[in-house]
């Protein structure tokens, strides 16, 4: 299958910073990215679905000027959690697809561990 | 909306012993279903899809699993497992028209010599 590679794979900051997460397909050209968050022991839970060169699509009760997406190439797409709080600290994952639709393959990234302290 | 059920949180198995995980769906037509499986430091991994057809569906490191209607089921199985299949296994469903894919909460199986 093809490899969703993100840095860093794990990152601590002080609240009220901001922390950037990449997302790069290494070996296919994703048109849709989708950014989930995991808790201990949960579902991941979707956040929101990108596709390149457009303006991202949040899922209800996600903060968009809080959870800053850009996917500005077929390979690269990266979450950046504003002015992170305690309460933003989760295991986020990002998934790579070839197309917008659940028929195409989403290809997942390791996930990055974000404690805020 | 789909969703997903995953009953079991956590199984224990011998190695060798067979498996089944369950997972339950709801959705009102034909879901696209799917079984993932996450090992620690790596990236959810699909085992098996399941879209039409054969409601027998073989997927890799020999698990398999059966789309039952009327149960509104996706039942994963494998007849022996081994030490390597300790890991977290995730449930899917998505729908024909739709992007999304609607997570179970997991099954975190560990195998026992």
């Known amino acids: 299958g093809a490899v969703v590679s993100q840095h860093p794979s794990w990152v601590i900051c002080k609240s009220g910073t901001s922390v950037k997460i990449e997302c790069r397909s290494l070996?296919?050209?994703?048109?849709?990215m989708f950014w989930y968050r995991q808790f201990p022991k949960q579902s991941l839970m979707l956040m929101a679905t990108?596709?390149?060169?457009?303006?991202?699509?949040?899922e209800q009760g996600v903060e968009k000027d809080k959870f800053l997406i850009n996917h500005a190439s077929l390979t690269l797409s990266t979450l950046t959690v504003t002015s992170a709080h305690p309460e933003d600290s989760s295991f986020y994952i990002c998934?790579?697809?070839?197309?917008?639709?659940?028929?195409?393959?989403?290809?997942f990234g390791p996930g990055t561990r974000l404690t805020v302290l | 909306a789909q969703s997903v059920t995953q009953p079991d949180i956590h199984i224990t198995v011998s190695e060798g012993a067979s498996l089944e995980l369950r997972c339950n769906y709801s959705?009102?037509?034909?879901?696209?279903l799917f079984w993932y499986v996450q090992s620690p430091g790596q990236g959810l991994q699909l085992l098996l899809k399941?879209?039409?057809?054969?409601?027998l569906v073989q997927g890799i490191k020999g698990f398999e699993a059966e789309f039952k209607r009327s149960q509104s089921s996706f039942n994963l199985r494998k007849p022996s497992v081994h030490w390597s299949d300790a890991a977290e296994y995730f449930c899917?469903?998505?729908?024909?028209?739709?992007?999304?894919?609607?997570f179970g909460a997991g099954t975190t199986v560990t195998v026992r010599a």
């Open positions: 998934s790579a697809s070839s197309g917008p639709s659940s028929y195409n393959e989403q290809f």
């Open positions: 070996d296919f050209q994703a048109t849709t």
């Open positions: 990108s596709n390149e060169g457009s303006k991202a699509t949040y």
């Open positions: 959705y009102g037509a034909t879901p696209y």
């Open positions: 399941y879209f039409s057809g054969d409601t």
């Open positions: 899917a469903v998505g729908a024909p028209n739709d992007y999304k894919l609607s």
